[in-house]
């Protein structure tokens, strides 16, 4: 994941990119056909990956109580994030949504010091 965040024009980023169009017209996300005109397997992946839906019928404080900081530092190297990407495929998407985003802040932080 680090890798496709690297470079603007990765597929990863494209679909970032067109996310957060969808976010400034206050959709809920981009639409499936522009996604899979992005990446097909990108598409697959957020389909299948059950975390990726939410948990309507679960309290949100019992959703956020899934939130492991260690996962976050994890992140940080490299070589684990098939390990930390694994692990939040079995929690809800509040915690997955939280983890991640809460580690691309940190690393955009970071990467505006260097």
């Known amino acids: 994941m680090n890798e496709f965040l690297r470079y603007r024009s990765s597929v990863l980023n494209r679909i970032v990119k067109l996310q957060n169009e969808y976010s400034s017209k206050y959709e809920t996300g981009a ?12 598409l ?8 990726h839906f939410h948990n309507y019928g679960t309290p949100l404080q019992k959703q956020l109580g899934e939130f492991n ?32 985003h809460t580690f691309e802040f940190i690393w955009q932080k970071n990467r505006g010091k260097s």
């Open 31 to 42: 639409a499936n056909i522009d996604v899979l005109n992005k990446d097909f397997k990108y």
């Open 44 to 51: 697959l992946l957020a389909l299948t990956d059950l975390s």
């Open 69 to 100: 900081k260690k996962l976050i530092l994890k992140l940080q190297r490299p070589f684990s994030v098939d390990t930390v990407m694994s692990e939040l495929k079995s929690t809800n998407s509040i915690n997955k949504y939280v983890s991640l």
